[in-house]
């Protein structure tokens, strides 16, 4: 990896940017082992690997029916028991990695990407434009975004694009206000004026002189945006307003099971167990990052 | 004053205008629901005279912004018309849920306020011990943990292995204050689990701060007991952040409530928005939604103007 990006003077720390004294840094911390983070990248990596291999190793096919006996509480043959279906929980948890993880991360991608083009934009630009964008930005921060996906998505129906979509545009206008102040904070520095002067376009300068110093910040947008997608998303599941049965989705295998939770907890449990250990993994791992990035952990009310 | 001219009032310009923006989002989305509303009502079998009495009845041979100003100044003058599946007046639909919510929302602050503050200042005095960074990592898990996991698991242990408290929160069957604590409470707990550990998080960090200042030292060198020194001197001065964060607590509950009604069967405005939408119940869920959002706004707007009153910079810079 290129660690001192064209653009940065070299040895030099220039804000938030990835220069070698920060990337040194980086590693120095890492060396501390800060147990929380190993065991919540840890855990992060056997998320991936499950989304990755699942298919190949899962017991059972996801939606294959009565592979035993309905109800069938937790043994060696179906780790996290059967559901109402006969269906193998644990088979299902196993291929509901992939819907989960696919849909957050395109989600969480797409807000960053479509954020930090927004946010390095009004940094750069600044005068009217930046005001304008910044009230847009604003509007979009004071509305409840549950209820206005749940409206939009009931509306036009819950297909992933639209899922994908909606809450790409709630996080993107939290990313551009990270980005825009992470931007503003180099934007007033002699090697950006020197560009200008060069007579480089705006598009270059944002790229190759505003980009690598705001990239950290991104990476701990993405991991955290990515965190905040999962729960909202599987929200979304369990409200019925996301996956359709039958998905392996956990939040709507939780809704699904929660009508016999009193006599088949395990149907709530398996599902539950994923979704709790992906989000806290994430949300400790984006803990760590920033820590080691130099950040200011970026904790904030929920979406 | 100057303060209230520089700072308020743009900001109440701004909440008024993204009021609007809702509004016309809400519009946007329920036209969007699938089907003509008058044959959605009436059934298939309906006549075509029929269908077309309820059209006109409902404006919908009117232009869309045209129905959009009707709906706005309709429901600003407190008729928000009637509910398309019971026929009552939507405000009675509502206003009943509304106050559950309410209630709801009430017991989770009464839940949450002094939890957080006990966790928040234990947590920064236990700062540089062995067991901070495993409490620490306990309240990010806190936040991390989405609430229908957390009122399932809370439904599972307290109402299904011990029961104490009844698995569906049937407030309005309650009739002792006792009876509707009973049923208040693991969907009040849930909420107050979310809100409580970003609130920790945050006051966590800011007299963390505060206590390593100069002036904390300072009293400390002073003599001043430990007790004294937090409390007095160090607390005052984090609680701002800790404000703010409550306020837009409370704004995130606007969210949370929806899951967390869904959760127990709480007869509140989450649920009736959920099933609303299920069923296609125009009029309610516009009321619903605009509401919601309504607090939501006005929540944002009070976190705003707390944050700027309590900050001296923030109103010196508004001189």
């Known amino acids: 990896m290129d660690l001192a990006p064209a653009g940065t003077p070299a040895g030099g720390e220039i804000g938030r940017g990835w220069t070698v004294s920060r990337a040194a840094g980086a590693v120095r911390w890492l060396r501390r082992q800060r147990l929380a983070f190993l065991i919540a990248a840890g855990i992060l990596l056997l998320h991936v690997g499950v989304a990755l291999t699942g298919p190949v190793w899962a017991p059972y096919p996801p939606d294959e029916l009565l592979v035993g006996d309905p109800f069938k509480s937790p043994s060696r043959e179906h780790l996290f028991g059967t559901d109402n279906f006969g269906r193998d929980v644990f088979s299902r948890v196993v291929y509901g990695e992939r819907t989960v993880l696919s849909l957050s991360l395109t989600a969480a991608g797409l807000a960053v990407v479509a954020g930090s083009a927004l946010g390095l934009l009004m940094a750069y630009v600044r005068g009217w ?117 039958p998905t392996p989705d956990w939040g709507l295998m939780i809704n699904e ?28 791992f984006t803990d760590g990052i920033s820590d080691a990035l130099g950040l200011s952990p970026f904790r904030r009310a929920k979406a | 004053m100057r303060y209230i001219s520089r700072l308020v009032l743009p900001r109440l310009g701004l909440s008024l205008g993204t009021l609007l923006a809702v509004s016309l989002m809400i519009f946007w989305a329920v036209e969007l629901l699938p089907g003509d509303t008058a044959t959605r009502v009436l059934g298939r079998e309906a006549t075509p005279e029929r269908v077309q009495d309820l059209r006109e009845q409902l404006n919908l041979d009117r232009s869309a912004p045209e129905r959009y100003g009707i709906w706005l100044a309709g429901f600003v003058q407190g008729d928000w018309g009637e509910s398309l599946v019971s026929k009552r007046p939507v405000t009675d639909v509502v206003l009943p849920r509304l106050e559950n919510t309410l209630l709801l929302a009430g017991l989770t602050l009464v839940i949450y306020v ?98 390593e200042s100069d002036y904390v030292r300072m009293a400390t060198l002073k003599g001043l007991s430990r007790r004294r020194v937090v409390l007095r001197h160090a607390l005052p001065n984090a609680l701002g952040p800790a404000l703010r964060v409550t306020v837009l607590n409370i704004a995130f509950i606007i969210g949370g409530i929806v899951t967390v009604e869904v959760v127990f069967n709480f007869p509140g405005l989450g649920r009736l928005f959920i099933d609303s939408i299920r069923i296609l119940d125009t009029p309610v869920i516009e009321a619903i939604a605009l509401i919601l959002a309504g607090i939501y706004v006005l929540l944002n707007l009070g976190a705003d103007v707390a944050t700027g009153a309590l900050n001296p910079r923030l109103r010196a810079a508004a001189r």
């Open chain 2, 114 to 211: 002094p939890l957080s503050l006990i966790l928040g200042i234990g947590l920064a005095l236990l700062r540089e011990s062995r067991i901070a960074p495993f409490l620490s990592a306990v309240v990010v898990a806190g936040t991390a943990l989405p609430e229908f996991v957390v009122g399932l698991l809370l439904l599972l242990v307290f109402a299904v292995w011990l029961p104490w408290f009844p698995p569906l929160a049937l407030v309005d069957d309650a009739e002792t204050l006792p009876q509707l604590l009973q049923t208040l409470t693991l969907p009040a707990v849930t909420l107050a689990v979310a809100i409580t550990a970003y609130a920790v998080l945050m006051m966590q960090a800011s007299l963390v701060s505060v206590l």
């Open chain 1, 257 to 284: 099971g929660r009508s016999y939770i009193s006599s088949s907890p395990w149907l709530v449990l398996g599902p539950s167990l994923a979704l709790a250990s992906l989000v806290v993994a994430l949300s400790l």
């Open chain 1, 129 to 245: 434009l930046d005001e304008v964008v910044m009230r847009g930005v604003d509007v979009v921060l004071t509305i409840p975004p549950l209820i206005l996906s749940l409206l939009i998505l009931g509306g036009v129906g819950a297909s992933y694009p639209v899922i994908i979509a909606t809450v790409a545009f709630f996080f993107a206008a939290r990313v551009a206000t990270v980005i825009r102040a992470a931007a503003l904070d180099v934007v007033s520095e002699d090697f950006v004026t020197a560009a200008r002067l060069r007579g480089e376009s705006a598009a270059s300068i944002a790229r190759r002189e505003l980009l690598p110093n705001v990239t950290s910040s991104m990476l701990v947008e993405f991991s955290l945006r990515t965190g905040y997608s999962v729960l909202f998303i599987a929200g979304l599941s369990f409200l019925g307003f996301g996956s359709a049965p």
